[in-house]
């Protein structure tokens, strides 16, 4: 009994300290509240534990410093801003010709190239000089489409090229390369002028079926002046010195000027690519070729063409390497480069 008096007691004594601390504390705290800002306040009603120090607000607690700033932006005066107009916002978008998106890509043609170019960025078309300037020398005048050409024996076709490219690897190409070592390029474009002038006959067939008086004249005045001051045909003294342009007529041209489709696309063992219609104009240009006219056996005319087809070879080498590393799919690259190559030939 006396044990749980005490306790008791002891129990009531703690309660009432606890009492007594709170309302103490309350008492301080609504006094601190209340009163007004000490010296060094500058009469702001800032709680005790926040002091202005030169314009700075420093709240000190009992273990760290916190350093309290507000800042407002200056105002600005809008009457003297001037919006800004829209010819130079226009302006500005436009790329300056320091920046580099202006400037030709390309040597040699780079007036016209940055005319294009500005002229996009404007919103203006280039003159039709900077077209004419791009247009493909292989294909056909501008605004002319290129029929398409049907392949339904593509599976031959495919190879034979690989038989035909096998051939140029491994006997034409090497061939092309000794003669191009051996022979210099003035003689090798000296003898490729002989043979050019032999296919005089060819063009000027070619020609009169195309009914085109101009070309035919050409082709006669050529062969009259390179036989005769060319020593045979193989100086062009009629392309040098009287700028008489050279014609590329064939059989197969003149079919195509008159309306004959190409028809099916072939590759010919030996020739390469090829037409139903160029197949049909290569027959009838080999009779009227002088290898087959004049020379005495089978074996003359082939060494001929062998020649012939060796000259042009070194001059192409280079190219036929270039198309081999750059084509995804070579065979399709040669199909589709040969028949705008032709195309392009029969629409000029």
Known sequence: MIKRFWRQKAVGF??????????????????????????????????????????????????????????????????????????????????????????????????????????????????????????????????????????????????????NDHLYDYVMEPLAKGWRFVVPEDFRIIIGNAFDNALSPVKLVSSLVQGDFEKSGRVLSRVLINTTAGLGGMLDVAGQEYGIENVNEDFDQALGYRGVPTGPYIVLPFFGPSTARNATGRVVDSFLSPSVLFAPTFLVRGGISVAETTNDTSFIIDDKKALEESAVDEYESVRDFYHQYREGLVKK
């Open 14 to 163: 703690v309660l009432f300290l606890m009492f007594q601390w709170a309302f103490v504390s309350l008492t301080l705290t609504a006094n601190a509240v209340s009163s007004p800002q000490g010296a060094g306040h500058s009469g702001n009603n800032l709680p005790q534990f926040i002091y202005e120090v030169d314009g700075t607000l420093v709240a000190q607690t009992s273990e760290i410093t916190i350093l309290l700033e507000k800042q407002i932006p200056p105002e600005t005066d809008k009457k003297d801003e001037k919006p800004e107009s829209p010819e130079k916002n226009k302006k500005d978008e436009l790329p300056s010709p320091e920046s580099g998106a202006l400037t030709g890509a390309v040597e040699g043609d780079k007036n016209s190239h940055e005319m294009g170019q500005t002229a996009q960025a404007l919103g203006t078309n280039p003159p039709a000089e900077f077209y004419e300037e791009m247009e493909d020398p292989f294909g056909p005048p501008a605004g002319e489409e290129v029929p398409v050409l049907k392949d339904p024996f593509v599976g031959y076709n495919r190879w034979m090229y690989n038989v």
